[in-house]
T-cell receptor
């Protein structure tokens, strides 16, 4: 089975901090994605990557950046955390573009 | 732009059949997917319709009609464990080889005894 592991289940940070969310997949998947999930808004794509060192903006990239130095790891970075970035963050990966996405358990991030 | 519309909530009783609709506005897409997410859990893939028609996987079936810009997920013989949120998603033609999906806002299904 595919395993997508997010480094933290719950995280509390302060406004202005630089926050790193880590995601690792173990199945040599090409594509990796970061979403945030808020009540009533579904899953919104922040950034995605289709290859090592390649990244593209999703629908809501403002205030975020990403890093993919190795194929198995995709990091989401909040450059200067703000309270409106309090949310559930979900990482996903897919083998190829036409294969299903596999999700991690999510990180519930609170910015105080 | 692209958008997918789903009902926000559906309630049904154990043993019943329920249909969750997904209507979409997009210039073109590769196929329609469905994902299930239990409260506090990760979304998991349920089904994919690349072509028009019905796809059946056990108690779950999914249907697509491109001409009607419409799809649905059908859950039969409902069980309490089916209580979850269900998301439809499309990969539009402009996504190329990226695998980028557009998700609907999700339908919360509550199954009652």
């Amino acid at each position: 089975d595919v395993k997508v592991t997010q480094s933290s289940r719950y995280l509390v940070k302060r406004t202005g901090e630089k926050v790193f969310l880590e995601c690792v997949q173990d199945m040599d998947h090409e594509n990796m994605f970061w979403y945030r999930q808020d009540p009533g808004l579904g899953l919104r794509l922040i950034y995605f990557s289709y290859d090592v060192k390649m990244k593209e903006k999703g629908d809501i990239p403002e205030g975020y950046s990403v890093s993919r130095e190795k194929k198995e790891r995709f990091s989401l970075i909040l450059e200067s955390a703000s309270t409106n970035q309090t949310s559930m963050y979900l990482c996903a990966s897919s083998l190829t573009s036409n294969q299903p996405q596999h999700f991690g358990d999510g990180t519930r991030l609170s910015i105080l | 732009g692209q958008s997918l519309e789903q009902p926000s909530e559906v309630t049904a009783v154990e043993g019943a059949i329920v249909q969750i609709n997904c209507t979409y506005q997009t210039s073109g897409f590769y196929g329609l997917s469905w994902y299930q997410q239990h409260d506090g859990g990760a979304p998991t893939f349920l089904s994919y319709n690349a072509l028009d028609g019905l796809e059946e996987t056990g108690r779950f079936s999914s249907f697509l009609s491109r001409s009607d810009s419409y799809g649905y997920l059908l859950l039969q013989e409902l069980q309490m464990k089916d209580s979850a949120s269900y998301f439809c998603a499309v990969r539009d033609l402009g996504s190329g080889n990226t695998g980028k999906l557009i998700f609907g806002q999700g339908t919360t299904l509550q199954v009652k005894p």
